[in-house]
């Protein structure tokens, strides 16, 4: 590289990821059903919307830190950044950290063993994949008949078996998602909600003549009358597991003090113990012997909805962390003044992203008045060393740029990094790498990979590598995303620029 170059380094860990192999969509055969195929690496995206000029200095590149979300490499430490369960129920949350922590797991509820979900032939149901086929006398499932999935025996027991995880042998953090807290990710728990999840009960359809803008409305209301309707529609007998039964937030957070992984309580405080939060911060050590800021936020909004926001209280201990850490910043004219703390690069930790902070659900208390995204942005863009805000939510690989005002007295902004979903195709994860160039800039490496699933699963189903490769092979082939196709990105992939890229911003100090 010349010497107008931003970085003369390359990441610390690109082997084994994206950058030598990438794992694409292969021809549709019956019904647009697809195999996975391997394709080409991808090279970084250089961005330097945020950089201005080259700088006209060589580089001296020294690494600063390295992390990852949710995958095993030797790097500082693991974020999941949200959703860590569904339906905030307390098996899947032991089942989420169990799986970090590595040990013995069991993902199975009810009578163990036996499968009691849409997908087996209690009730049979054509819209709905059905892996044994169909029953003597019945229609093949949409999913076969029209999208081309397969027949595979034995694959709902397979699911349920006990199995080791490896764990990731690193210390790692936790961060709160909407389906962490809220019902199926979306409504606060509601009067009978707790006896509905680990009972025996199991809807399957809604009474004949149900107004679904009217059941909405109740559910939003938590109206008693929301239950009732739904307990008046068809349904299965499934067996009682008093572990499906729903967590508080405060459930939720202490249940992460219960763990052999590292640290313990990863990341929550014995102030969101007592106080019932979710947000705190925590020092990463960087190589150089510096220490970056990180800060976790929790997006979730108690009153319910999809999306996120803050409430007061939190935004202003946010703001007090970011002042306790600057030794400069901007106030709200865009004028330089001194600040209290001693700079250190600040990275933050939530589950939305900033345009999905737009949930403006709120209580009277003005405690609890919610602090949209955009309030959020005007403040980072007020501190020069908050560099990175790593988020999820949408299940999209994206990146996007946050910059100060042109005229402002300090230049450039902070990059928001967002990554795919582990449920969804691509299934991805991301390593982020934070590098100062010793010219004036620090470069953020992200770094796509992919899980260890094989690439092509035999049906025998034999390991857990094998059902996490069918896994993959299910999301590309969800027939109800085959219809959602994004100009210029390939997907919930992202565009090339949305994936392994270099992000670049000017050293704040």
């Known amino acids: 590289m010349n010497e107008l170059s931003f970085s003369t380094t390359a990441p610390v860990a690109p082997r084994g990821t994206t950058v030598e192999r990438t794992l694409l969509a292969g021809p549709a055969g019956s019904g647009g059903f697809r195999p996975i195929m391997a394709g080409a690496g991808e090279p970084y995206v250089l961005r330097t919307e945020l950089a201005g000029p080259p700088p006209r200095t060589h580089a001296s590149p020294r690494p600063l830190l390295a992390f990852a979300q949710l995958t095993d490499v030797h790097l500082a430490f693991a974020v999941s950044t949200g959703d860590n369960a569904d339906n905030s129920q307390y098996n899947e949350f032991r089942w989420f950290i169990d799986v970090l922590d590595g040990g013995p797991v069991l993902p199975d509820s009810g009578e163990i063993g036996v499968y009691e979900g849409v997908?087996?032939?209690?009730?049979?149901?054509?819209?709905?994949?059905?892996?044994?086929?169909?029953?003597?006398?019945?229609?093949?499932?949409?999913?076969?008949?029209?999208?081309?999935?397969p027949v595979i025996h034995g694959l709902l027991e397979r699911a349920l078996a006990r199995f080791t995880a490896e764990g990731l042998r690193m210390p790692w953090y936790s961060v709160f998602g909407n389906h962490d807290t809220l019902l199926q990710g979306n409504l606060p728990h509601l009067l009978g909600s707790e006896d509905y999840a680990a009972g025996?009960?199991?809807?399957?359809?809604?009474?004949?003549?149900?107004s679904l803008v009217r059941l909405a409305i109740d559910l939003f209301r938590a109206s008693p009358r929301a239950i009732e309707e739904l307990f008046s529609g068809a349904y299965r007998?499934?067996?009682?597991?008093?572990?499906?039964?729903?967590?508080?937030?405060?459930?939720?957070?202490?249940?992460?003090?219960?763990?052999?992984?590292?640290?313990?309580?990863?990341?929550?405080?014995?102030?969101?113990?007592?106080?019932?939060?979710?947000?705190?911060?925590?020092?990463?050590?960087?190589?150089?012997?510096s220490t970056i800021r990180c800060l976790v936020l929790d997006t979730v909004n108690p009153a319910g909805g999809a999306n996120g926001s803050l409430d007061e209280k939190q935004f202003r201990w946010l703001e007090a962390e970011l002042l306790a850490h600057s030794s400069r910043y901007l106030d709200e004219e865009g004028h330089v003044?001194?600040?209290?703390?001693?700079?250190?690069?600040?990275?933050?930790?939530?589950?939305?992203?900033?345009?999905?902070?737009?949930?403006?659900?709120?209580?009277?208390?003005?405690?609890?008045h919610r602090v949209l995204g955009t309030r959020v942005r005007d403040l980072l863009l007020r501190y020069p060393n908050v560099v990175l805000w790593v988020?999820?939510?949408?299940?999209?690989?994206?990146?996007?740029?946050?910059?100060?005002?042109?005229?402002?007295?300090?230049?450039?902004?902070?990059?928001?990094?967002?990554?795919?979903?582990?449920?969804?195709?691509?299934?991805?994860?991301?390593?982020?790498?934070?590098?100062?160039?010793?010219?004036?800039?620090?470069?953020?490496?992200?770094?796509?990979?992919?899980?260890?699933?094989?690439?092509?699963?035999?049906?025998?189903?034999?390991?857990?590598?094998?059902?996490?490769?069918?896994?993959?092979?299910?999301?590309?082939?969800?027939?109800?995303?085959?219809?959602?196709?994004?100009?210029?990105?390939?997907?919930?992939?992202?565009?090339?620029?949305?994936?392994?890229?270099?992000?670049?911003?000017?050293?704040?100090?």
Do not use: C
Not at 200 to 210: W, Y
Not at 347 to 355: E, I, K, R
């Open 237 to 289: 007998s499934v067996t009682r597991d008093p572990d499906r039964r729903l967590l508080s937030r405060a459930e939720i957070v202490e249940e992460h003090f219960h763990t052999l992984g590292a640290p313990v309580g990863h990341g929550f405080t014995q102030t969101n113990r007592a106080e019932g939060t979710a947000y705190y911060g925590f020092d990463a050590s960087a190589v150089d012997g």
């Open 337 to 368: 003044v001194d600040g209290p703390g001693i700079d250190r690069l600040v990275v933050l930790f939530s589950h939305h992203t900033l345009a999905t902070m737009d949930n403006w659900l709120t209580d009277p208390d003005p405690e609890k």
């Open 119 to 149: 997908m087996d032939w209690a009730r049979y149901d054509v819209h709905y994949w059905h892996p044994e086929g169909e029953p003597e006398g019945q229609l093949v499932d949409r999913p076969r008949a029209l999208h081309g999935f």
């Open 200 to 210: 025996d009960h199991k809807v399957v359809e809604l009474p004949t003549g149900t």
């Open 391 to 509: 988020n999820g939510h949408t299940h999209v690989n994206s990146v996007t740029p946050h910059s100060r005002h042109p005229d402002a007295a300090v230049p450039g902004g902070y990059w928001e990094l967002n990554t795919a979903s582990h449920i969804d195709w691509p299934q991805q994860a991301r390593l982020v790498e934070l590098v100062d160039n010793g010219n004036g800039t620090i470069s953020i490496f992200g770094t796509i990979i992919d899980h260890a699933g094989s690439e092509q699963p035999s049906w025998d189903l034999s390991s857990p590598i094998e059902l996490a490769g069918l896994s993959r092979l299910l999301g590309i082939n969800d027939w109800q995303q085959r219809a959602r196709a994004q100009t210029g990105s390939d997907g919930r992939r992202g565009a090339p620029g949305d994936r392994n890229v270099e992000l670049v911003v000017p050293t704040p100090f």
